[in-house]
Nanobody, 124 residues
Framework: QVQVQESGGGLVQARGSLRLSCAVS????????MAWFRQAPGKGRRFVAN????????AYVDSVKGRFTISRDNTKNMLFLQMNSLIPEDTAVYLC?????????????????WGQGTQVIVSS
């Protein structure tokens, strides 16, 4: 059973940076397409970025392109999200999840094994 554990969130000022981490256990990490989603207060989970199994292909929601970078380390079963030039609208709980397919899909229903997430708060 795949399990994920997110970390690295916190309070940061606008224009600052954070690096989120996601530790994955219980499965063959290198076989999993992975994604980051975020959930703002009172809203549903929204796609942020995903990455294919070997890290060669990625996709982002338009609002984070050029500011966020998703990456992975298959030797350590770790997924990362480098977030730069943060803005208050980035405030949310950030969650990582594996996909049930080998495609770079963006719907919440395409992912599973959700963790608790890590809170990111960006102050203006």
């Amino acid at each position: 059973q795949v399990q994920v554990q997110e970390s690295g969130g916190g309070l940061v000022q606008a224009r600052g940076s954070l690096r989120l981490s996601c530790a994955v256990s219980g499965g063959t990490f290198s076989n999993l397409v992975m994604a980051w989603f975020r959930q703002a207060p009172g809203k549903g989970r929204r796609f942020v970025a995903n990455i294919d199994r070997d890290g060669k292909s990625t996709a982002y929601v338009d609002s984070v392109k050029g500011r966020f970078t998703i990456s992975r380390d298959n030797t350590k079963n770790m997924l990362f999200l480098q977030m730069n030039s943060l803005i208050p609208e980035d405030t949310a709980v950030y969650l990582c999840a594996p996909s049930g397919t080998n495609q770079l899909l963006t719907q919440e229903s395409d992912y599973w094994a959700w963790g608790q997430g890590t809170q990111v708060i960006v102050s203006s």
